[in-house]
């Protein structure tokens, strides 16, 4: 004990700037995982009775996404993240992604901690597990607590500090000594200093002066607050167990307390130690999408740090009843207090170089106005105000508006997002390994498989993708597989072109350099070619790679299957970029119209790409008699360009339902000539698609996209990421 | 009947001059195979009584290397092959392989038809099979006929047309039609002009006259050649049911006529169609290490067309009796009739436009100058001269001065031919699918594998070299199972560069470009560096990548362990190029003498690199008080280079067994890590090399070199492409 509190003083400002003062910035020095409370609630504001979506995986055993203690009352739960930042962007996302579930549903999260309106008790159901123990408990905690307050819901914040960070300060003292005093230190002071958080953050109003009935004395917790004794791990254990044999709590998990210690799980053997603090004294903030702005998870970070790092009788004279602030707001005398409290914050943030933008002037400015208090904000309106649930259709628009972005992860590839969501949703636990390279590692259970850019798994083996990527290889396998595919011959640098051309001359042809990529360096024949065409084509194509192919042309449209585990999922085309005339406008306009659609940008973080205006355009509309300054008939479809790739603006159309079976048989012997298990294969046939149709397999893809079937611009979308962690075994089909 | 003479006469010159006449040269219109058989001898020219070499396969399934009647008279057989030239390298590939497995064993090819010297008749083992129907076949043969018949050895030419050519020159007719009309025209007109291809390539002597024992009356051949009746399928097939049903022959495989018609494998109910020519009166030409030349399979492929497009009645004209030739050579008048079959054989090549070069000429000069007569030089020595033995050494020297290369496949890369040249001493059938991209499809019984360069195959994942490609990643997996790497960091374009740097400084450290290949842009500083040199260090692998690594230094020797399945299989350490002085030599002196070794080169076609004199190398003498013209004393040994990259002239050297268990265990763990199945691990660990050695895991590598451990500059060579067969379930442990 002695030698507990003989560390905990080492744990100071001093031995901050004696390590140099830049250890918050050169490396994470704590992590920070955020639990969400949320009722889900009807358009109209009443608590939903509609079952959890099962579209959201099993409560169970989602790490992410659950239900606390009722049905409705649902439960995000971020991992540990290493800034208060990182944490709030991860939180956004699980929000987005059940906003964007919930959506089609007719249902919302309502913003606020204190119920929106509810149906008679007796309607409103406990949350059901698979595991018995769990129902049981909520039954239990039903009998013993009024419904009004197990819906009350909240935000709780599991903070700690890393072992290095603690270290580091505590110049060399044993580990598990340092923990225990750094945590315990950080406990007692952040008691004294509770009724500065809950005034700050309080947005649960009751009455005329309440701030925070979950925190009031009428609040959610159990009644052995008080007993809980925070010197030593030994001495709190004690109080615990006291508790429990007195019957004033179930189980440890009813510590209805502001602040837990949370231990590691049992070690073989070995006693347990605690490993985080758990904050529980946060209301919902109504104001923000998630619940909490990321400012104030900055100020609750940095008040850890504080607490930590300030000695205990300095706290002991800021010292207050947090329950009576709960219920009364903060007296002037208390308003003082926080203002210095506030100062000594900001110092505490300079000495750990530290920048919280915006965390300190917000809170001062709530403490100084009070009427910019969450709190008065929200008494002013009603706690069941029609404003709170025009608050929750806005988050949900948000969430709508880019469905195809992650928050915190939106420099990866969409395709790779997609697969994070479908994670998320399915309950597998991910990591981002590489940014980069957008390498996912995933897990579920015992199962572990890595994927990178969504579509290049464990499933396909390593040589799969080296005989696609060789284009006369592909070609030789397809057709020993009964697969047509163009008839062509290649050119070498020192082959005799006329005599090579000769077969060529006279008909439909296309040429193209071996190894080529977005269209580059391909000439299109269709209609007969001249020698001097082809040779010119040859030459443009050279230009790319010595050897070129030379191939018969193949009327039609060419469509993408893609092909996962031996089942055609999925098939689309792609239309070149188009406008549509109104009679009015010039063709300059349609397409500055056509831009402003919100999945049209620069680059590739959008489903579709901005068209451009470039001189193939010009010359295209020229081969119409067109310019851009030409006006267009009231519906009249003018192409811009011939190529349809994406990235020139293109569009994807969903095909999968109007495609003939057969042509999907023929994809999936496509991809098992290459032993492929996801693979996209590029299939042209001739319009109007029929049965009995001829067709031409142009290629098979061994990274296909999967955005084109998750977001086609016309047509239904297709969960391909779901499909393909199904095909590794991830989730159920 | 009627219809097939009809079409046989269809098949002449002007059908090629009507297609266009560039019919050879645009595209294969035959396929060619060869079977040679050889006596394996002693060193001494006796025929050798030890079995066929185990590491030559089975001989039961060996698609490429077998047995004929006797254990040993091995037999080398060629898949068809386009050409004459293609299926002669083939040939020379399947003979130095043989020649070198057999040269450990102090046993050499006998290069003459002829036998050499034999031992008593009961020590000559018939060829043990695993079938007993083989078995009994070779036993009732030796009842039969004479062992010394049994021993003459030579050259069975498969050959066919292709049928594109034949449908080309038969002008729409029926495609079955056409072969049978096409093969049995060319077997009747071949049977007109056997006398002419005998004489010219007779090269069995007998007696003062007989040019071709194998052909004459005496040879190898079953009493029914002459009750053969070549004018439809049918009437063939009758009249080896009228053998079969007298006792001539025991078995259709007994047919040891001149010219054999092959049929197809008889498809499910169909009649047979005939598919090729077997030609069996090619005698062993001992001048030639592969029992034949090239010019002389580009004459029979020419006497072949002769035959096919040549009226019957025309060729009618030269028939004489070929036994009276290979018994007593041409007669003058044979020899004038012989002459002009030559002029028209000519006119033919330049019909179809093919380029002979040397086989008209060299049968010319046979035939002009009978002294140049293969026979007559045979005959000249005699056929048990101690010259045979020194040209069958000499052929086994050329075969084993470049044992890394395999003609005909020398184009590909070194690790592919070994994998070639493992895949047919193991039976198992192989093509190369793409060259360019060095794609193996190796097939064996019913499996069927992929290789690409050598070491890319089904055994790995997609994902595994994706893994590995990322050296952030790569790191991580490796700490993540408890194996130690460098310390480090990563630096990013806009670091603060004093903060990061700082806690490198004064120490050893490596700075080097995220993605790095061979060495480039890499500082190692094996000193304590300053702030000045790291940065300066930075400033150049900023010019390789964005993205930089700095690691702490680890000191020792740099051990590539090669893990197959799981199993660490061979290690090899690199040694920088180096000279060992005379005393009188200078430096330069000295690496002229060491490029002068026969696996040195430029470029990578052998398993060493020239070294070359350049600046870097300059420098490093400098660094020893030493240039180009310093001369060494005797022993001493001067290091050229610091980097032992073998492109920069290093030398591999085996280190296999002294390699310590522990780093073998830690090299699989490594492999382990990525669920790699066959890896490359560099491991740098300080000599002397003991099991408790401190080492760092360098990085993992997803396409490791075989080369260093097949050929090993020192040490033992360790047959790493024969292990990874084993790993791919090709060839048994």
Known sequence: ?????????????????????????????????????????????????????????????????????????????????????????????????????????????????????LPDAERIACARFEEAAENTRRRKLREKYPV???????????????????????????????????????????QRLLWFAVGLLGASPAGTTGISVRNSSAGYKSACSAQLDYTSVAAYCESVNRCLETGLIAAPSELYTPVRLRFSEKPTGGPVEINRLELRFIDLNPFEKCGISAADLELLRLLLFHCLLTGESELERFSEDFETVAENGFTPGQREKAAELLKQLGETARLLHVEIPGALEGAAGRLHCPEHSYAERIRKAGTLSPEWLRRAETYRDDALAEAWRLPGFDELELSTQCMIREAVKGGIHFEVISREDNILRLRKGTRREYV??????????????????????????????????????????????????????????????VSTNYGIGISVFEHPATEEQLREAVRLAAGFDRHILVEEFCPGREFRFLVIAGKTFAVTFRRACHVVGDGVSTIHELIERANRHPWRAPGHHRPLVTIVEDEAMRQHLALQALDFGSVIPAGEDIPLRRISNISAGGEACDATELMPERFKRIAERAAAAFDAVICGVDIIIPEPLGPGSSYAVIEANFNPALLIHEFPFEGKSRPAARQVLIALGLLDD
Chains 1, 2 share one sequence.
């Open 452 to 513: 990178v850019q969504a579509t290049r798994t464990s499933l396909d083996t390593y040589v799969t993708p080296l005989l696609m990527n060789n284009k006369l290889v592909s070609k030789m396998l397809l057709r020993e597989h009964g697969i047509h595919t163009p008839d062509g011959i290649e050119l070498r640098p020192d082959d005799d072109l006329a005599d090579r051309l000769r077969p060529f001359i006279g008909k439909r042809a296309v040429v193209k350099p």
């Open 148 to 190: 009004e307050m197990l819906l009350l819901s909240g935000i709780h914040c599991n903070f700690s500090f890393t072992d290095e960070f603690l270290r580091r300060i505590a110049d060399g003292a044993d580990r598990k000594a340092v923990r225990e005093a750094g945590y315990l230190k950080t406990a007692r002071n952040l």
């Open 1 to 117: 004990m002695k030698n507990h509190i003989g560390i905990a003083e080492k744990l100071n400002r001093e031995s901050i700037l004696r390590s140099g003062g830049a250890l918050l910035r050169s490396r994470p020095n704590c992590r920070i995982g955020i639990e969400r409370e949320s009722l889900r609630c009807t358009a109209c504001g009443m608590l939903s009775e509609a079952v959890h979506p099962a579209s959201l995986g099993g409560k169970d055993d989602n790490p992410y996404i659950t239900t606390d203690w009722a049905e409705s009352q649902i439960e995000l739960i971020t991992p540990p993240c290493e800034s208060p930042a990182a944490a709030h962007r991860f939180l956004e996302m699980l929000t987005d992604i059940v906003l964007r579930e919930l959506a089609p549903r007719q249902e919302l999260l309502w913003p606020l901690s204190t119920p929106c309106r």
